[in-house]
């Protein structure tokens, strides 16, 4: 079983909706959680991080921490085509701990 | 500033040569990772280095892959005797050694292709 698991899609939506994107893990020492986008031919940048469980917003973007489900989330409202990328969970032990990624879930947001 | 730089940007090797891929992180960050990026597989962890040790090497396929990092800086990620399914982006992340040491600043990777 992989650390870390997540749909690959691809999704695509149309402009203005709202996008629901997930992860699941099965290492309950995972106290850091962090969601990245990757555009095409680009390193993943960080968009979002969440230590522990709650949740966390910013802007049309909203991360989700479940650790009782062992389920995280990633929420964008009003979706535009700028939002058309990759995007990668990860998450971590802590501090000077490997990080675990998702295999990335592929997004399109149609005009 | 500058952020993580990579080259090359693009590599293309024969079945069987070695390659050096190299990785310049933020200056001031102290840990440093590699990754491999393939089609569906996500970012596959290979390496990890705090300074210029190397704590978690849990993540190289071989002993075909090696790393090196100098001066707490510039690092080298060595693959011998290259094979297809060496084939992926090579990723570079280096970490803020303060409390945000969970975000990693990616560079741009180095595409390999192994004929």
């Known amino acids: 079983q992989k650390e870390v698991e997540q749909d690959p899609g691809p999704l695509s939506v149309p402009e203005g909706a709202i996008v629901s994107l997930n992860c699941t893990y099965s290492n309950s020492a995972f106290q850091y959680f962090m969601w990245y986008r990757q555009y095409s031919r680009k390193g993943p940048e960080l968009l979002m991080y969440t230590y522990s469980s709650g949740n966390k917003e910013d802007g049309r973007f909203t991360a989700q921490v479940d650790k009782s489900s062992k389920y995280i989330s990633l929420f964008i409202r009003d979706s535009q085509p700028s939002d058309s990328a990759t995007y990668l969970c990860a998450m971590s032990g802590g501090p000077g701990n490997q990080f675990y990624f998702g295999t990335g879930t592929s997004l399109t947001v149609i005009p | 500033g500058a952020g993580v730089s990579q080259s090359p940007s693009n590599k293309v090797t024969e079945k069987g040569k070695d390659v050096e891929l190299r990785c310049d992180p933020i200056s001031g960050h102290t840990a440093l990772y590699w990754y491999r990026q393939s089609l569906g597989q996500g970012l596959e962890f290979l390496i990890y280095?705090?300074?210029?040790?190397?704590?978690?090497k849990s993540g190289l396929p071989s002993d075909r892959f090696s790393a090196e990092r100098t001066g707490g800086s510039v690092s080298t990620l060595t693959i011998q005797r290259t094979q297809q399914e060496d084939s992926a982006v090579y990723l570079c992340?280096?970490?803020?050694?303060?409390?945000?040491?969970?975000?990693?600043?990616f560079g741009p990777g180095t595409r390999l292709t192994v004929t």
């Open positions: 992340a280096s970490t803020d050694p303060g409390v945000l040491s969970y975000e990693q600043y």
């Open positions: 280095f705090q300074g210029n040790s190397a704590p978690d």
